[in-house]
């Protein structure tokens, strides 16, 4: 049973209906010529995440499966705004928590490397 969810700040419902209403009118702009709809989409959804518990859990999935994306994605994080480098934290802390620990063991019997 899931404990009750915390009732929605009025800011956070207009972010999620901005950051919606962005992203659809990016998936409208999407086919058309003119390299519009691919950026109003990846800005909606950036709005949109800090938000959604699905976005978090599916973007750390991705950054856990896929190292040279987490790279990319740590790399650009001090050139994007904000509310967009708190998603990336939200996303990166279990990750960094993994990556340490390969760092720091032998994967054969799990015991500390020395150097």
């Known amino acids: 049973m899931r404990p009750p969810e915390k009732p929605r700040e009025k800011r956070d419902i207009v972010q ?4 919606w209403v ?3 009118v ?6 058309l010529p003119i390299p519009i709809g691919l950026p109003m989409m990846i800005i909606g959804l950036a709005i ?7 976005l978090q859990r599916w973007m ?6 896929n190292e ?9 994080r001090r050139y994007v705004p904000t ?10 802390r279990k990750s960094i ?9 032998n994967r054969v019997n799990e015991k500390p490397l020395t150097t």
Not at 48 to 54: H, K, V, Y
Not at 97 to 105: A, E, F, G, P
């Open 16 to 19: 999620l209906i901005i950051g």
């Open 22 to 24: 962005i992203f659809i």
């Open 26 to 31: 990016g998936a409208i702009f999407f086919p």
């Open 48 to 54: 949109i995440a800090p938000q959604s518990r699905f």
């Open 60 to 65: 750390y999935k991705k950054r856990k499966r």
């Open 68 to 76: 040279g994306l987490n790279k990319k994605i740590i790399f650009a």
């Open 83 to 92: 509310f967009v480098q708190k998603f990336i934290d939200i996303t990166v």
């Open 97 to 105: 928590k993994k990556s340490r620990r390969h760092l720091t063991t």
